[in-house]
């Protein structure tokens, strides 16, 4: 038996927002139908669900660190991004039972923003179970850290028995930042990507430090490698930003999503576009807010025709999990559509995990999770109200 909801609008994502549109579902939540008000009562269908606001697809969570979940209010905002990556490594607690409760309540909090599927990044298999017990889909990102070059065989050795950790959910071993892995580790990092190729995720540009660093050797980076005690004596700056530097090091095989990108510039984008044949590039404001007190230059990425998602990063540098507060922050910020804000918040994401066949757009055949947005209607323009729902 079917179910028929509508609303103002609904919004496919793949296609224009049909105002007044009619979604027929099956009890599962698989979409039967997408229809215009005038198909709806042409087949006769009147027992329709109304509700006011927009119908959307669940949210996409490209970035998140779940495993961090317990450090939510512990690390002081406005700190620079080297002193915060400090306050982690201190902070980090080998308490189980704490980490594991949060981890669940963090997934829980996800579900409930209308958030359906997401990109996380692990360092450690804590996540594991809670992942494959969630309703939520997940793709992890083991992630490599060591400046050291001698240990780069070594962790990428112990990375690929540890990702068997995650299995049968989907997992790649992926670089942390370009500040934090050695050239070595890159190396093997590439061979294992252009190997196995699938997906690829790294931190990009989060603050101005990392392009001093790379640049002439520079900046609060060099404090962090102090208080790690370890001897950079071999770093020769490039003379390059951070991104122009480690990108040619990357698999060009793998699809690549490069967060934060707080401090990318024209010049970058171009260097990358050339350089890396399947780019994503995603957006974490509410973390970049927490810790910079700074955003990215949204108008430039956009303008750029690049594929932007977006992303929560973790309760370390963020009050809350919700890729629809990351939206109304942009909307606040920045002069974004809605059509924009939707996309990066839903197909692209989806895209990027390759889940399109399930999630991202709403789709007859699709179970994509349902949300009803609250809107306005500025001027003529139609823009994020303060309050979303799940329905489905
Ligand atoms: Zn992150």
Known sequence: MLTYISADYVYPVVAAPIACGVLAMDEEGTIAAVLTPEEASAGGITDIVRYEGLLVPGFVNTHCHLELSNLKGEIPRYTGLPAFVQEVI???SSDEYAINLAMLKADVEMFDNGIVAVGDISNQAVSAGIKAGSPLYYHTFLELLGFNPDTAKLSMERALEFINK???????????????????LFAELKAYGDAVQGLSSMHNQETTDENSFFRDKT?????LFKFLGLNIEFFKPSGKTSLQTVLPQLSARQ?????????TSAEDIKFAEA?????????????????????PDVG?????????TLGTDSLASNDVLSIFAEMQTLQLHFDVSVDDLL????YNGAEFLEITDRYGSLEAGKKPGINLLEYKDVEGELVLGDRMRRLF
């Open 90 to 92: 201190k902070l980090r």
């Open 166 to 184: 995650f299995l049968p959910l989907k997992a790649s071993i992926v670089p942390h930042a370009p500040y934090s892995v050695s050239p070595e």
């Open 219 to 223: 900046g609060a980076f060099l404090d």
């Open 255 to 263: 699809k690549l999503l490069l967060v934060h990108n707080v401090f």
């Open 275 to 295: 350089v890396h044949p399947d780019l994503y590039w995603c957006l974490c404001p509410n973390a970049n807010l927490y810790i910079e007190n700074r955003l």
């Open 300 to 308: 430039l990425l956009r303008d750029a025709g690049l594929k932007i």
């Open 343 to 346: 996309k990066w918040a839903t």
